[in-house]
């Protein structure tokens, strides 16, 4: 992405950042605190920030209930022909 589109963005998402990829500018929004927040977020999380709230939100993304790819479809008769059917 280019860089002035992150730039110009209102509302920025971060998940899981490495020590290494916290400290670019393009995290320059972070506080240190939330920056080393940021290395420590679960599989899951993202940090959000937005002009109205004054320190970026964790906020967990729930997993899907519904299966994501074929392969996580049980094997019966039914599931087949929805597989067929979609692609």
Known sequence: VAPEVTQNA?????????????????Y?????????????????????????VPAPLAVEVPFPPWATASSEVASTERAQDAISRFG
């Open 28 to 52: 320059g929004w972070l506080s240190p605190a939330a920056r080393a927040r940021a290395r420590l977020l679960m599989q899951g999380r993202v940090l959000i920030s937005q002009p109205s």
């Open 10 to 26: 209102a509302i920025r998402i971060t998940g899981r950042l490495d020590p290494a990829e916290a400290e670019r500018s393009e």
